[in-house]
């Protein structure tokens, strides 16, 4: 593994987190804490239920603690407003889900550049960082092809260009080969890898596949609401 930057990105301070069903309260997430640096893989992996998925909704600002503190260089975000946290979503994280979120009537560029035109941008000011990340994700080809015309695994590689297009400082992965056969999803799991070791990419992923987290430089286990 190679040698990381002691710059700590994200630090997670006993995180605990409640759902309210009627009058029952669950406990998904029981005093959780750890530290991300810059640069590193990191694999949160365990069972339906554990937590993992939750865990990684709060890192990325999309859920609340109920208690705990979510610091983003060294900025508590689960104190934030809607309006600075969506902020931060747009300028420093991306996202990959299992089910790749893609527009249907959008063809490849402008898929990954919704991000960027939704926060103001213009699409012909991003021509070359388009152009290269199209490269990366071995796309250049399908760059006018819409999603009903590419396969499952050419969707999550647009996926992934989107949640890049931006140069967020971590990448948030929830199952990016959930839905995704053995041979697509190894395939996934190394471009991710080449995207790390590259560019120095920052990435957190949820997997319940220990194949997957394999492509890791740290993997964490959650195990009933703990870090086990």
Do not use: W
């Amino acid at each position: 593994m190679r040698e990381l930057t002691e710059k700590i990105v994200i630090e997670v301070k006993s995180i605990v987190k409640d759902f309210q069903l009627g009058d029952t309260r669950t406990r998904v997430l029981k005093s959780i804490s750890l530290k991300v640096s810059q640069g590193e893989f990191v694999s949160i992996m365990g069972q339906s239920g554990s937590g993992k998925s939750t865990l990684l909704y709060i890192l990325g600002g999309l859920d609340t603690p109920t208690s705990g503190a979510v610091f983003l260089n060294g900025i508590d975000i689960s104190k934030l407003g809607d309006e600075k946290m969506s902020r931060i979503r747009r300028q420093n994280i991306g996202f990959v889900f299992q089910f790749y979120n893609l527009i249907p009537n959008l063809n490849v560029e402008e898929n990954i550049m919704l991000p960027l035109l939704l926060d103001g941008k213009k699409m012909r000011d991003y021509k070359n960082e388009l152009g290269e990340i199209l490269e990366v994700v071995g796309l250049s080809d399908r760059r006018k092809h819409t999603p009903r015309e590419l396969s499952g695994g050419q969707q999550q590689r647009v996926a992934i260009a989107r949640a890049l297009i931006g140069k967020p400082q971590i990448l948030l992965a929830d199952e990016p080969t959930g839905n995704l056969d053995s041979r697509t999803g190894a395939d996934i799991m190394n471009l991710l890898q080449e995207i790390n070791r590259e560019s120095r990419q920052t990435i957190i992923m949820v997997t319940h596949s220990p194949e997957a987290a394999k492509s890791s430089s740290r993997i964490i286990t959650v195990s009933d609401g703990i870090i086990a």
